[in-house]
C-alpha cells in the first residue's frame, strides 16, 4: 500500500448494496476493502448498516450483537491489520441494552485496535412524500457526543447519514480542527435525489474540511432504495470523485493542507459570534377548528 505523509493520503470509499443476512453483506464488503488495499488506499471507510440493512424491530434486535460479541467488528478488526490500513467502518448495529441499540462508527488502525467510536446523534423519523415512513428511534438510542479522531494524516470528525441536515454539527467539528468529515450513508432515493449532492457540496464548503461519504446505493432485500452516490469532495467543494448506484469503489488522493488554505482564503470558522433571535410583529392568530389546530 502506499505510504501517506502527514498531510497527503489517498481516501477511498466502497459502496454496498446491503441485504437483510449479515454474512453475503460482510463478504461483498471484505472483497471490496480488499480491492482498496490494493489501490493503495491508507483510509477506508464504508457506508452506515454494514452488516445489514433491515426495517423490522424484531429481526434488527435478532442480528445486532453487542461489541463484545461482535462477529462483523472482529472480522474487520482483523482485516484493517491484516491489509495495514485505516478502516472506517461507516455503522454496524451495536447492542447497548436488551432492547436498545446504537447505531456506532467504528474507526480501526492498521494495528486492529478501535481508535474511536462514535454513536449517531440524529434519529431519521420522518414521514416520505411517497408514502415511506422511518422511525429510527424505535431502535436506536441516540449518541450524546460528537467525536474527532487524530490519524497519523490528519482529524477526522465523525458523523452519520442524517447527522447532514444539521450543520451546527459540522461546524463543531471544524471549530475542533477535523480537517476530513465522515458522512457514512444510507439515504434513501427520493431525499438523495433532492437533496444529497447540495449538502454535502455544502458541508464541505462551511466547514472548509474534505468530505468522505461513503453510501448504500440501489434496492434492497428489505424493500427500500438508496440513492448511492458516495462522494469525495474537497474544502472547496470540488467533487473529486463520485459513483454511480452499484456497489464499488472510488478514490482519491488528498492533501490535507488544502483544509487549512481554504479556511484562510475564506475564514468563516473564525468570524462565527453568538447573538440573540429577536422577533417582531404579532404573531399569526391561532385558531381551532374540527378538533385541529390552523392559524390565520
Known amino acids: 500500500m502506499s505510504k501517506a505523509s502527514s498531510e497527503r493520503f489517498r481516501v477511498a470509499l466502497v459502496q454496498l448494496r446491503c441485504g ?4 453475503p453483506n460482510l463478504t461483498q464488503a471484505e472483497a471490496l476493502i480488499r480491492r482498496t488495499a490494493d489501490l493503495g488506499a491508507d483510509y477506508v471507510q464504508t457506508p452506515e448498516n454494514t452488516s445489514f440493512m433491515e426495517l423490522q424491530r424484531e429481526r434488527v434486535l435478532a442480528l445486532a450483537e453487542t461489541e463484545e460479541e461482535s462477529a462483523p467488528l472482529r472480522r474487520f478488526r482483523a482485516l484493517a491489520k491484516e491489509l495495514g490500513l485505516w478502516l472506517h467502518i461507516g455503522s454496524l448495529a451495536t447492542k447497548v441494552d436488551a432492547t436498545r441499540l446504537a447505531n456506532r462508527s467504528y474507526v480501526i488502525g492498521p494495528d486492529g485496535e ?41 482529524r477526522l470528525g465523525l458523523t452519520i447519514c442524517y447527522d447532514l441536515r444539521f450543520p451546527a454539527l459540522y461546524r463543531a467539528l471544524a471549530t475542533a480542527g477535523a480537517q476530513l468529515i465522515a458522512i457514512p450513508s444510507a439515504f434513501t432515493r427520493q431525499t438523495g435525489e433532492a437533496h444529497w449532492r447540495v449538502l454535502v457540496r455544502a458541508r464541505a464548503i462551511e466547514t472548509g474540511a474534505f468530505i468522505v461519504a461513503a453510501s448504500q446505493g440501489g434496492p434492497h432485500e428489505n424493500g427500500r432504495s438508496t440513492y448511492g452516490h458516495s462522494m469525495i469532495v474537497s474544502p472547496w467543494g470540488e467533487v473529486l470523485a463520485e459513483a454511480g448506484e452499484d456497489p464499488g469503489v472510488i478514490f482519491a488522493d488528498i492533501d490535507l493542507s488544502e483544509s ?33 389546530t390552523a392559524t390565520t
Not at 437483510?20 to 454474512?23: E, I, M, T
Not at 468570524?271 to 433571535?277: L, Q, S
Request: proline share 6%; no cysteine; net charge positive.
Open 20 to 23: 437483510r443476512s449479515v454474512a
Open 114 to 154: 478501535i481508535a474511536a467510536r462514535y454513536d449517531k446523534l440524529h434519529m431519521f423519523d420522518v414521514d416520505l412524500a411517497n408514502g415511506e415512513t422511518y422511525r429510527e428511534s424505535r431502535n436506536y438510542a441516540p449518541g450524546t457526543k460528537a467525536v474527532v479522531v487524530d490519524l497519523p494524516m490528519g
Open 260 to 292: 487549512e488554505a481554504a479556511r484562510v482564503r475564506i475564514p468563516a470558522l473564525r468570524h462565527g459570534r453568538e447573538f440573540e433571535v429577536e422577533v417582531v410583529g404579532t404573531p399569526p392568530a391561532t385558531v381551532r377548528t374540527s378538533g385541529k
